[in-house]
């Protein structure tokens, strides 16, 4: 049998066990106990949350494994082309001037009518934003020559005409009929996309890279990139529209053979170059607060967050003595004679006889922050903590780290109930008469009011709300025209198609799915045209795969967060629509399918060759590679980008759910609390704080057992997590406000909200035709040109005779 589990690997049979003495039978059972159970030392995750990874490791991830002969042919046509036009030298000895004119020769080239010439100068374009590797003799100096090259294409219009030919390569039907007939779609599918999409990809990743040594000159290409790559300038829609066309495309299965991951790839750095990352919205949130007079945010969340340890709360005196007597049990287990064991082969001999208390060792099993050894369950003393490396901390006074918000509907209620409590009337929504009631109310009024917290969401809402009310004095709204507005202009038409493109190649990417007859293809730009034919060869492709997928899952989780948090700053019903459309398409269920996993495994895959990746493989000879290195992999403590995808899911899972009682109650039904809590076994502070905030808004619905058996799961989001005064979300009150029979009216009523502010702000043919002006001028109405039809003017002596002329009209009425 397999004692240790998934995470074990060692069989052992009752004879081996038998031949161990009684001590180290004990510790054997335990020692394999805890393993099964989670219990381990493993450290924190010494991991930085941030919009990217670095841009050496972004860069690397554009290209496919497969892909690596490519960059040859790319040096190939740079050279030809170069030795015929320039001269013998090389590119980096070159001065300025010749490399423009070389640049702006080079872009002639794109507008060529043969497909196969215009190929080659795209190929050699690309070598170009590649920073002209084979001239360089580090990795340092390719990136150095691939800023300066870039920098240099984009002068010279280079983005311009990539966006012209990329439209034309969307549109080629050729192309497309193609892919779609064909059995098995390969890289060579999609090699005129490829090249243009990497091109654009390098130009938009380093640009975005601020560099203090940039010279100033650059900094304003940099400013003005940014803007036109927001704004309707290319093909009179922002870049992120065209690319979320695509993806739709894609997914209707009319294009085969996009490159679906560098698209997604574009598609998130361009969203995040023109609106910004989490820094930006950070500093966006505080300027909207100064413009709506709102009091400052309490705390830099941020901060907050980067300055949090994950920490495993200490064991309650009831959770010792449990420990306690578990333990005594397992021991009492392992001292039983090898005959009675052996009458214990058709059933596990580790499992005790009352059914319960298997019950409660699952329950332990799912919570990693019971996950800890416990000085009473071990002979050896406790280690010393293991020590960080000094980092920047937020020094807090000794309590908690978020300070307490209060919403005025809390208030409200908090009212109403006493004054029906005490004095047997209510008032409303009256949050200053205090008369009548007892002085301790009177305090906890004025603490509530302290703390009062009033978000740019319930200004925006109170504004709409006026709108709609009095449309006619209400005035002109003063909408700012910035890049996300733009964006959410530009989707709007198209945004559900949108939504459930991105979460059906999510499914497709996510480790826990099934290969299915009906699902997508998503592996398009990463099987070679020659499927492999040794061992080796397709344990690379299978490393190439996975790697895929993960960078795959990477890009639409940021692209979805960007967009819900962008969104909700900019108007927070931009937010709500497409959150909500996210809920529609089954989101919610969809990410809690992708944590019903091995999580610590997914986080620790190693699914990428260090030797293979760009810049490194064009600068460095290649190492022969073997099966082992390959399954040894590199010596990381995790895989960034797996961590960095598994936040940002967490938090989209916390923005769909986030004060919305119908989507919270989805969570219990499908049964999230024991998946969640496997994921808090990750030891990494921002990733535990996402999964108990989760945990929390759904605690009251889990009944009380479950919570009297995740005490310290309980203790956890106590100290971890943000407090509501007057929150009873561990008490499991019911909520006035969460009576299931609202379920549905609720999303009916957000959903009405929705559509009639997305018909007022911009559906402009749809307004009420009893609130557009009168002209009341007789000469202006009788001055209008008024279009007649053909059959008018050629019976118009008939209509004059008709209704004129045979009508008797009393001229002097009139004119009175």
């Given at each position: ?109 794109l507008e060529v009518i043969a497909r196969e010439k215009r190929l080659k100068v795209a190929r050699a374009i690309l070598y170009m934003a590649q920073g002209a590797f084979a001239e360089c003799s580090s990795e340092a100096e390719v990136q150095h020559w691939m800023r300066y090259n870039i920098f240099l294409l984009l002068e010279v219009g280079t983005f311009s005409a990539l966006v012209e030919l990329l439209n034309m390569e969307i549109d080629n039907s050729a192309a497309c009929s193609s892919a779609v007939r064909k059995p098995a779609i390969s890289l060579a599918d999609s090699t005129d996309l490829r090249v243009l999409l990497n091109i654009m990809y390098l130009m938009v990743e380093t640009i975005q890279q601020d560099d203090p040594a940039d010279p100033p000159e650059w900094r304003a290409t940099r400013d003005t990139f940014k803007t036109e790559l927001g704004s309707p300038l290319y093909n009179n829609e922002p870049i992120s529209v065209m690319l979320f066309g ?571």
């Amino acid at each position: 049998m397999d004692v240790g589990g998934n995470g074990g690997g060692l069989i052992v049979n009752n004879k081996q066990r038998a031949m161990l003495p009684n001590k180290s039978r004990g510790e054997f059972v335990r020692n394999q106990r805890k393993d099964s159970e989670g219990f381990s030392e493993s450290p924190d995750l010494e991991f930085e949350y941030a919009d990217t990874d670095k841009w050496a490791v972004e860069l690397s991830e554009l290209y496919s494994y497969t892909e690596a002969p490519e960059f040859v042919l790319n040096r190939k046509c740079f050279e030809e082309d170069f030795r015929t036009h320039v001269s013998e030298k090389k590119w980096t000895e070159l001065d300025a001037a010749q490399h423009k004119a070389h640049a702006m020769r080079l872009l002639d080239g794109l507008e060529v009518i043969a497909r196969e010439k215009r190929l080659k100068v795209a190929r050699a374009i690309l070598y170009m934003a590649q920073g002209a590797f084979a001239e360089c003799s580090s990795e340092a100096e390719v990136q150095h020559w691939m800023r300066y090259n870039i920098f240099l294409l984009l002068e010279v219009g280079t983005f311009s005409a990539l966006v012209e030919l990329l439209n034309m390569e969307i549109d080629n039907s050729a192309a497309c009929s193609s892919a779609v007939r064909k059995p098995a779609i390969s890289l060579a599918d999609s090699t005129d996309l490829r090249v243009l999409l990497n091109i654009m990809y390098l130009m938009v990743e380093t640009i975005q890279q601020d560099d203090p040594a940039d010279p100033p000159e650059w900094r304003a290409t940099r400013d003005t990139f940014k803007t036109e790559l927001g704004s309707p300038l290319y093909n009179n829609e922002p870049i992120s529209v065209m690319l979320f066309g695509m993806v739709t495309k894609f997914c209707s299965g009319h294009a085969p053979h996009f490159p679906m991951k560098k698209v997604l790839l574009l598609l998130w750095k361009s969203i995040l170059f023109t609106l910004g990352g989490f820094e930006q919205l950070q500093n966006i949130k505080v300027h909207k607060r100064q413009e709506l007079s709102l009091p400052p945010l309490p705390e830099d969340s941020i901060r907050v967050i980067r300055s949090m340890r994950a920490a495993s709360p200490p064991a309650s005196a009831s959770d010792l003595l449990e420990q306690q007597q578990k333990r005594a049990r397992r021991e009492h287990k392992s001292l039983i004679k090898q005959d009675n064991l052996d009458a214990f082969n058709e059933k596990d001999p580790y499992k005790t006889d009352d059914p319960r208390e298997d019950e409660d060792d699952n329950d332990d099993n799912d919570n990693s922050l019971e996950a800890e050894p416990f000085p009473l369950e071990r002979d050896e003393v406790m280690p010393p903590p293991i020590p960080h490396p000094p980092t920047e901390r937020v020094s807090f006074p000794k309590g908690l780290p978020w300070a307490p918000k209060v919403r005025e509907k809390d208030i409200e209620n908090f009212l109403e109930s006493s004054r029906s409590k005490f004095i047997g009337y209510t008032l409303g929504n009256d949050t200053d008469t205090v008369v009548g009631l007892p002085r301790p109310i009177h305090e906890s009024i004025r603490t509530l009011k302290q703390h009062k917290y009033i978000s740019i969401a319930e200004i925006q809402i109170s504004k709409e709300e006026e709108f709609q009310k009095t449309p006619l004095s209400g005035g002109e709204e003063d909408v700012d025209m910035c890049s996300t507005e733009l964006l959410y202009q530009g989707i709007l038409p198209s945004l559900p198609q949108y939504m459930i493109a991105l979460l059906k190649i999510l499914l497709a990417a996510a480790p826990t799915s099934k290969a299915k007859t009906d699902s997508i293809n998503i592996l398009a730009d990463v099987l070679p045209e020659e499927m492999p034919t040794t061992v080796l060869q397709s344990m690379k492709l299978g490393v190439d795969v996975n790697r895929h997928k993960e960078i795959i899952v990477k890009a639409i989780s940021a692209v979805l967060l960007l967009l819900l948090k962008h969104f909700k700053l900019n108007h927070i019903y931009q937010f709500e629509y497409m959150a909500q459309h996210l809920v529609f398409a089954n989101c919610i269920p969809l990410i809690l399918k992708f944590f019903n996993q091995n999580i610590m495994s997914y986080i620790t895959a190693k699914n990428s060759i260090s030797v293979l990746d760009f810049p490194h493989c064009v600068v460095h000879e290649l190492p022969e590679l073997t099966a082992e290195s390959l399954e040894a992999g590199d010596n990381n403590q995790f895989c960034w980008r797996n961590l960095f995808s598994c936040i940002n899911l967490l938090r989209i899972l916390n923005k769909l759910t986030k004060w919305k009682h119908s989507r919270t109650m989805m969570l219990v039904v499908f049964k999230s609390a024991p998946i969640l809590k496997r994921a808090l076994k990750v030891k990494q502070a921002m990733m535990q704080l996402y999964v108990l905030k989760l945990l929390k808004v759904q605690t009251k619905y889990l009944g009380r057992q479950w919570r009297k058996s995740n005490m310290k799961t309980m203790s956890a989001i106590y100290q971890k997590v943000r407090h509501r005064l007057n929150d009873d979300w561990a008490y499991g009150n019911a909520d006035l406000d969460a009576r299931p029979w609202d379920f549905q009216a609720e999303e009916c009523a957000l959903r009405a909200n929705i559509e009639r502010f997305n018909s007022r702000r911009y559906d402009k043919n749809q307004s009420n035709p009893d609130f557009l002006p009168v002209d009341n001028c007789l000469q202006s109405v009788l001055g209008q040109r008024v279009d007649l039809p053909e059959d008018f003017h050629m019976n118009y002596d008939l209509w004059l005779e008709r209704e004129v002329f045979s009508k008797p009209i009393s001229w002097e009425e009139l004119l009175q």
